[in-house]
Protein backbone atom coordinates (compact mmCIF):
# COMPACT_ATOMS: atom_id res chain seq x y z
CA UNK A 1 0.00 0.00 0.00
CA UNK A 2 1.69 3.62 -1.02
CA UNK A 3 1.92 6.64 1.11
CA UNK A 4 -1.19 8.23 -0.45
CA UNK A 5 -3.75 5.04 0.18
CA UNK A 6 -2.52 4.01 4.14
CA UNK A 7 -3.00 8.24 5.10
CA UNK A 8 -6.36 8.28 3.02
CA UNK A 9 -7.16 4.91 5.06
CA UNK A 10 -6.10 6.62 8.39
CA UNK A 11 -8.20 9.52 7.69
CA UNK A 12 -11.10 7.12 6.72
CA UNK A 13 -10.87 5.22 10.01
CA UNK A 14 -10.61 8.43 11.73
CA UNK A 15 -14.14 9.07 10.85
CA UNK A 16 -15.17 5.92 11.01
CA UNK A 17 -14.07 5.71 15.27
CA UNK A 18 -15.28 9.31 15.57
CA UNK A 19 -18.76 8.61 13.81
CA UNK A 20 -19.00 5.46 15.94
CA UNK A 21 -17.57 6.93 19.04
CA UNK A 22 -20.61 9.37 19.58
CA UNK A 23 -23.29 6.55 19.90
CA UNK A 24 -22.06 5.60 23.33
CA UNK A 25 -21.15 9.04 24.11
CA UNK A 26 -24.75 10.05 23.58
CA UNK A 27 -26.39 6.71 25.37
CA UNK A 28 -23.03 7.19 28.42
CA UNK A 29 -24.87 10.80 28.91
CA UNK A 30 -28.56 10.01 29.97
CA UNK A 31 -27.33 8.97 33.19
CA UNK A 32 -24.24 11.30 34.56
CA UNK A 33 -23.50 14.83 33.99
CA UNK A 34 -21.49 15.67 30.46
CA UNK A 35 -18.52 17.35 33.68
CA UNK A 36 -18.49 13.63 34.96
CA UNK A 37 -18.75 11.64 32.08
CA UNK A 38 -15.50 13.72 30.90
CA UNK A 39 -13.59 12.85 33.93
CA UNK A 40 -14.17 9.35 33.62
CA UNK A 41 -13.45 9.17 29.54
CA UNK A 42 -9.57 10.42 30.19
CA UNK A 43 -9.16 8.38 33.21
CA UNK A 44 -9.82 5.52 30.23
CA UNK A 45 -7.66 7.67 27.75
CA UNK A 46 -5.09 7.60 30.16
CA UNK A 47 -4.43 3.78 30.59
CA UNK A 48 -5.06 3.40 26.68
CA UNK A 49 -2.29 6.33 25.84
CA UNK A 50 0.00 4.65 28.23
CA UNK A 51 0.11 0.83 26.55
CA UNK A 52 2.85 2.15 23.91
CA UNK A 53 5.26 2.75 26.75
CA UNK A 54 5.57 -0.87 27.00
CA UNK A 55 8.26 -0.22 24.12
CA UNK A 56 11.38 1.37 25.36
CA UNK A 57 11.44 3.91 22.26
CA UNK A 58 8.58 5.42 23.54
CA UNK A 59 9.33 5.54 27.16
CA UNK A 60 12.27 7.56 25.75
CA UNK A 61 10.25 9.69 24.16
CA UNK A 62 7.92 10.60 26.79
CA UNK A 63 10.53 10.85 29.43
CA UNK A 64 12.68 13.00 27.54
CA UNK A 65 10.19 16.00 26.76
CA UNK A 66 11.41 19.53 26.98
CA UNK A 67 9.50 21.34 29.81
CA UNK A 68 8.44 24.04 27.11
CA UNK A 69 6.32 21.46 25.30
CA UNK A 70 5.01 19.91 28.83
CA UNK A 71 3.78 23.57 28.97
CA UNK A 72 2.37 23.96 25.72
CA UNK A 73 0.82 20.39 26.28
CA UNK A 74 -0.82 22.02 29.39
CA UNK A 75 -2.12 24.92 27.77
CA UNK A 76 -3.64 22.66 24.96
CA UNK A 77 -5.24 20.40 27.60
CA UNK A 78 -7.04 23.41 29.27
CA UNK A 79 -8.48 24.35 25.85
CA UNK A 80 -9.70 20.81 25.58
CA UNK A 81 -11.57 20.68 28.73
CA UNK A 82 -13.18 23.71 27.83
CA UNK A 83 -14.18 22.35 24.45
CA UNK A 84 -15.02 18.94 25.70
CA UNK A 85 -17.72 19.85 28.26
CA UNK A 86 -19.36 22.23 26.10
CA UNK A 87 -19.48 19.35 23.44
CA UNK A 88 -20.51 16.62 25.78
CA UNK A 89 -23.21 19.15 26.93
CA UNK A 90 -23.88 19.80 23.45
CA UNK A 91 -24.46 16.11 22.87
CA UNK A 92 -26.68 15.22 25.58
CA UNK A 93 -29.33 17.90 23.90
CA UNK A 94 -28.74 16.79 20.13
CA UNK A 95 -29.25 14.27 18.23
CA UNK A 96 -26.08 12.43 17.39
CA UNK A 97 -25.89 13.17 13.65
CA UNK A 98 -27.25 16.44 14.55
CA UNK A 99 -24.01 16.97 16.76
CA UNK A 100 -21.61 15.47 14.54
CA UNK A 101 -22.71 17.70 11.72
CA UNK A 102 -22.03 20.90 13.75
CA UNK A 103 -19.04 19.67 14.88
CA UNK A 104 -17.74 20.04 11.44
CA UNK A 105 -17.85 23.57 11.80
CA UNK A 106 -14.75 23.77 13.69
CA UNK A 107 -12.98 23.50 9.74
CA UNK A 108 -14.77 27.24 9.15
CA UNK A 109 -13.78 28.78 12.37
CA UNK A 110 -9.87 26.85 12.29
CA UNK A 111 -9.83 28.80 9.27
CA UNK A 112 -10.80 32.24 10.33
CA UNK A 113 -8.56 32.22 13.60
CA UNK A 114 -5.38 31.10 11.33
CA UNK A 115 -6.57 34.23 8.89
CA UNK A 116 -6.15 36.85 12.18
CA UNK A 117 -3.38 34.70 14.40
CA UNK A 118 -1.35 33.27 12.19
CA UNK A 119 -1.94 35.81 9.05
CA UNK A 120 -2.86 33.01 6.45
CA UNK A 121 -4.48 34.78 3.86
CA UNK A 122 -8.05 33.51 3.01
CA UNK A 123 -8.69 33.23 -1.06
CA UNK A 124 -12.11 33.21 -2.74
CA UNK A 125 -13.07 29.78 -2.29
CA UNK A 126 -12.47 30.06 1.54
CA UNK A 127 -14.94 32.59 2.34
CA UNK A 128 -17.22 31.29 0.07
CA UNK A 129 -17.19 28.22 1.98
CA UNK A 130 -17.13 30.11 5.34
CA UNK A 131 -20.85 31.52 4.01
CA UNK A 132 -22.06 28.72 2.89
CA UNK A 133 -21.24 27.28 6.55
CA UNK A 134 -22.33 30.29 8.38
CA UNK A 135 -26.31 29.74 6.63
CA UNK A 136 -26.16 25.97 7.89
CA UNK A 137 -25.77 27.48 11.13
CA UNK A 138 -28.01 29.95 10.73
CA UNK A 139 -30.85 26.98 10.02
CA UNK A 140 -30.20 24.68 12.96
CA UNK A 141 -29.78 28.04 15.29
CA UNK A 142 -33.11 30.10 14.46
CA UNK A 143 -35.19 27.65 12.36
CA UNK A 144 -34.99 25.00 14.94
CA UNK A 145 -36.86 24.37 18.49
CA UNK A 146 -35.22 25.92 21.49
CA UNK A 147 -33.22 22.63 23.25
CA UNK A 148 -31.72 22.18 19.31
CA UNK A 149 -30.84 25.99 19.29
CA UNK A 150 -28.94 25.86 22.36
CA UNK A 151 -27.22 22.97 21.66
CA UNK A 152 -26.35 24.07 18.57
CA UNK A 153 -25.03 27.24 20.17
CA UNK A 154 -22.51 25.13 22.89
CA UNK A 155 -21.34 23.09 20.01
CA UNK A 156 -20.12 25.89 17.86
CA UNK A 157 -18.27 26.85 20.94
CA UNK A 158 -16.92 23.92 21.74
CA UNK A 159 -15.91 24.15 17.86
CA UNK A 160 -13.99 27.72 18.75
CA UNK A 161 -11.92 25.92 21.51
CA UNK A 162 -10.63 23.22 19.41
CA UNK A 163 -9.84 24.93 16.81
CA UNK A 164 -7.67 27.35 18.90
CA UNK A 165 -6.38 24.34 20.33
CA UNK A 166 -5.47 23.17 16.23
CA UNK A 167 -4.09 26.64 15.44
CA UNK A 168 -1.82 26.05 18.87
CA UNK A 169 -0.73 23.00 17.32
CA UNK A 170 0.20 23.85 13.54
CA UNK A 171 2.24 25.94 15.01
CA UNK A 172 4.36 23.63 16.93
CA UNK A 173 3.50 20.40 15.19
CA UNK A 174 7.36 19.79 14.86
CA UNK A 175 7.54 19.47 18.34
CA UNK A 176 5.29 17.74 19.42
CA UNK A 177 5.00 13.78 19.17
CA UNK A 178 1.78 11.49 18.72
CA UNK A 179 2.74 9.30 22.20
CA UNK A 180 3.56 11.78 23.87
CA UNK A 181 0.89 14.23 23.20
CA UNK A 182 -1.89 11.66 24.00
CA UNK A 183 -0.28 10.27 27.41
CA UNK A 184 0.18 14.07 28.97
CA UNK A 185 -2.89 15.39 26.98
CA UNK A 186 -4.92 12.74 28.36
CA UNK A 187 -2.43 12.88 32.16
CA UNK A 188 -3.23 16.48 32.40
CA UNK A 189 -6.47 16.65 31.71
CA UNK A 190 -7.54 14.59 34.60
CA UNK A 191 -7.00 17.29 37.55
CA UNK A 192 -8.25 19.89 35.33
CA UNK A 193 -11.44 17.77 35.09
CA UNK A 194 -11.79 16.81 38.41
CA UNK A 195 -11.20 20.28 39.25
CA UNK A 196 -14.48 21.49 36.92
CA UNK A 197 -16.66 18.97 39.14
CA UNK A 198 -15.37 19.94 42.12
CA UNK A 199 -16.01 23.67 41.30
CA UNK A 200 -19.37 23.05 40.43
CA UNK A 201 -20.11 21.47 43.44
CA UNK A 202 -20.92 18.15 42.17
CA UNK A 203 -20.42 14.73 43.52
CA UNK A 204 -17.66 12.89 42.54
CA UNK A 205 -19.21 8.76 42.10
CA UNK A 206 -18.61 5.63 40.20
CA UNK A 207 -21.28 5.54 37.37
CA UNK A 208 -23.57 2.68 36.72
CA UNK A 209 -21.29 -0.68 35.27
CA UNK A 210 -23.05 0.08 31.72
CA UNK A 211 -22.25 3.57 31.88
CA UNK A 212 -18.43 2.20 33.04
CA UNK A 213 -18.33 0.23 29.49
CA UNK A 214 -20.15 3.03 27.27
CA UNK A 215 -17.38 5.67 28.75
CA UNK A 216 -14.80 2.96 28.10
CA UNK A 217 -16.08 2.62 24.56
CA UNK A 218 -15.97 6.57 24.35
CA UNK A 219 -12.47 6.89 25.43
CA UNK A 220 -11.15 4.01 23.15
CA UNK A 221 -12.82 5.21 19.93
CA UNK A 222 -12.86 9.13 20.17
CA UNK A 223 -10.03 10.45 22.11
CA UNK A 224 -7.35 7.29 21.23
CA UNK A 225 -7.81 5.64 17.96
CA UNK A 226 -9.63 8.68 16.71
CA UNK A 227 -6.88 11.31 17.33
CA UNK A 228 -4.18 8.89 16.79
CA UNK A 229 -5.16 7.92 13.16
CA UNK A 230 -5.83 11.16 12.16
CA UNK A 231 -2.11 12.43 12.99
CA UNK A 232 -0.89 9.22 11.23
CA UNK A 233 -3.14 10.61 8.15
CA UNK A 234 -1.40 14.14 8.26
CA UNK A 235 1.85 12.65 8.11
CA UNK A 236 1.31 10.90 4.84
CA UNK A 237 -1.11 13.43 2.89
CA UNK A 238 -2.12 17.09 2.82
CA UNK A 239 -4.12 18.43 5.67
CA UNK A 240 -6.91 19.42 2.76
CA UNK A 241 -7.44 16.09 2.21
CA UNK A 242 -7.47 14.58 5.20
CA UNK A 243 -9.99 17.47 6.25
CA UNK A 244 -11.81 16.29 3.45
CA UNK A 245 -11.98 12.40 3.88
CA UNK A 246 -12.93 13.37 8.13
CA UNK A 247 -15.94 15.45 6.90
CA UNK A 248 -17.90 11.97 6.44
CA UNK A 249 -17.64 11.52 10.23
CA UNK A 250 -21.38 13.12 10.66
CA UNK A 251 -22.68 10.40 8.20
CA UNK A 252 -21.33 7.23 9.84
CA UNK A 253 -22.43 9.15 12.92
CA UNK A 254 -26.25 9.53 11.43
CA UNK A 255 -26.03 5.42 9.95
CA UNK A 256 -24.77 4.31 13.34
CA UNK A 257 -27.27 6.52 15.06
CA UNK A 258 -30.16 4.47 12.91
CA UNK A 259 -28.74 1.32 13.41
CA UNK A 260 -27.80 1.17 16.79
CA UNK A 261 -30.52 4.02 18.06
CA UNK A 262 -33.05 4.46 15.36
CA UNK A 263 -32.85 7.95 15.40
CA UNK A 264 -32.48 9.97 12.49
CA UNK A 265 -32.01 14.15 12.18
CA UNK A 266 -35.07 16.06 11.15
CA UNK A 267 -35.83 17.46 7.53
CA UNK A 268 -34.27 20.91 8.53
CA UNK A 269 -31.59 19.68 10.73
CA UNK A 270 -30.64 17.56 7.10
CA UNK A 271 -30.51 20.91 5.35
CA UNK A 272 -28.68 22.99 7.68
CA UNK A 273 -26.45 20.23 8.69
CA UNK A 274 -26.01 19.43 4.82
CA UNK A 275 -24.83 23.22 4.54
CA UNK A 276 -22.36 23.12 7.04
CA UNK A 277 -20.72 20.03 5.64
CA UNK A 278 -20.92 21.69 2.03
CA UNK A 279 -19.31 24.36 3.22
CA UNK A 280 -16.76 23.13 5.51
CA UNK A 281 -15.68 20.68 2.28
CA UNK A 282 -15.44 23.80 -0.34
CA UNK A 283 -12.89 25.22 2.73
CA UNK A 284 -10.96 22.14 2.70
CA UNK A 285 -10.94 21.23 -0.78
CA UNK A 286 -10.31 25.16 -1.89
CA UNK A 287 -6.59 24.98 -3.16
CA UNK A 288 -7.90 22.00 -5.40
CA UNK A 289 -11.23 23.99 -6.41
CA UNK A 290 -8.98 27.66 -7.27
CA UNK A 291 -7.13 25.56 -9.72
CA UNK A 292 -10.73 25.04 -11.66
CA UNK A 293 -10.83 28.47 -11.17
CA UNK A 294 -14.65 27.57 -9.65
CA UNK A 295 -14.22 31.25 -7.86
CA UNK A 296 -13.92 33.11 -11.14
CA UNK A 297 -16.65 31.65 -12.67
CA UNK A 298 -18.77 32.19 -9.65
CA UNK A 299 -17.78 36.21 -9.28
CA UNK A 300 -19.81 37.43 -11.52
CA UNK A 301 -22.98 35.83 -10.52
CA UNK A 302 -22.31 36.95 -7.06
CA UNK A 303 -21.20 40.70 -7.67
CA UNK A 304 -24.61 40.44 -9.23
CA UNK A 305 -27.10 39.75 -6.38
Known amino acids: MNLKRSGDLAALTCALACGLGNIPAKVGLKNISPELFNFFLFLAASVFSALPLFKARYRAEVSQIRSSTLALIFVLSLLFAIALTLNMTALKLLEPATASFLSRFEVILTIGLAYFILREKLGFMEILGGVIALAGVFVLRFKTNLVISQGSTLMIL????????????????????????LFYRN???????LGIILFQGQPLYMPPGKTVLLIVATSLLLPVIGRATYQMALKRIDISRAALITQTTPLFTA??????????PSSTEWLGSGLIILGASVVSFSHYLSRIRVGAMLKPFISKL
Open 187 to 193: IFLIPIL
Open 158 to 181: SGLFFAASEIIIKKNIATISTVSF
Open 255 to 264: LFAFLLLRTL
